[in-house]
């Protein structure tokens, strides 16, 4: 992947709009809160956002970098074919398997703002069992509507693997990657975040109730309906501040201050 332009991390904020300035803030927060609730994997995984007002940018982390250091500054630019736009250091370049999957949801979903992709010890022990994922609790019937399915094929560098993934990813907003991992996106960052923190949780529960070895507890078909019909859309309808995560996002941004700051830099 060429890179066309290199630069200090305090004249990053100079080069672009406040947009996207914003979207580099709220991403790189975002990193930082998917370390903070361990579903980190080392260096490795990816969490990409458009950049506001284009269809064939987006940003995505140095490989390299742990997601608690990553900054406004510090994420890379690139295009939907792997040219880096824009990169505040030479240091560390992008992942060939996150700018392949990320790039193929982008370049076909112009609806969803933000990819998330995990490798979780939950989420990889649900997308290695045949069942998938179950309506075992109330996390995964927020959530079960908008998840499907797409087999593995390897480790994710090839782009030829591009059209069947968001094949099965189709109008839905996450994808279980069988034996690799989950994929969240959302309309919004907030909302990304929200998705890929209730299908953790779900994959966490089902995980832990499925090694109990007893007899688990099925909702009945009615109460499934009724939580899914209650729970659709994520409010998407809705202002991008009252959709699904915009609450939650305030305070955990608080929480982000408290503990971990200077992802805004």
């Not at 045949?130 to 090839?158: R, T, W």
């Not at 209650?230 to 996002?249: Q, V």
């Not at 929480?255 to 830099?265: I, Q, S, T, V």
Request: hydrophobic share 40%.
């Amino acid at each position: 992947m060429q890179n066309v332009k290199q630069m200090r991390h305090s004249t990053v904020r100079e080069q672009v709009s406040a947009e996207e300035w914003q979207t580099r803030v709220d991403l790189a927060a975002c990193y930082r809160l998917v370390a903070m609730h361990r579903m980190t994997d080392l260096i490795y995984n990816h969490i990409t956002a458009r950049v506001p007002g284009t269809n064939n940018e987006f940003l995505i982390n140095p490989y390299g970098l742990m997601y608690e250091e990553m900054t406004a500054s510090s994420l890379i630019k690139i295009d939907l074919d792997g040219k880096v736009l824009l990169q505040a250091d030479e240091e560390y370049a992008v992942n060939v398997g996150g700018y392949v999957i990320h790039s193929a949801v982008h370049a076909v979903r112009h609806d969803i703002a933000c990819v998330a992709h995990t490798h979780t010890e939950a989420g990889i022990a649900v997308s290695a069992m045949k069942c998938g994922l179950l309506p075992l609790s109330q996390h995964s019937l927020q959530i079960l509507n908008e998840v499907g399915y797409h087999d593995y094929e390897g480790p994710a560098v090839d782009v030829d693997e591009r059209p069947r993934l968001v094949a099965d990813l189709g109008s839905k907003y996450m994808l279980i990657l069988r034996n690799h991992g989950l994929l969240a996106c959302g309309t919004t960052i907030p909302e990304a975040f929200r998705y890929l923190h209730y299908l953790e949780l779900a994959c966490r529960i089902q995980a832990r109730a499925m090694a109990a070895a007893t007899e688990l507890n099925m909702p009945s078909e009615k109460s499934q309906e009724n939580a899914l019909s209650s729970l659709a859309n994520g409010g998407r309808n809705k202002r991008p501040e009252d959709r699904y995560g915009a609450l939650e996002w305030r305070a955990l941004l608080r929480k982000l201050d408290r503990e971990n700051p200077g992802y805004a830099n």
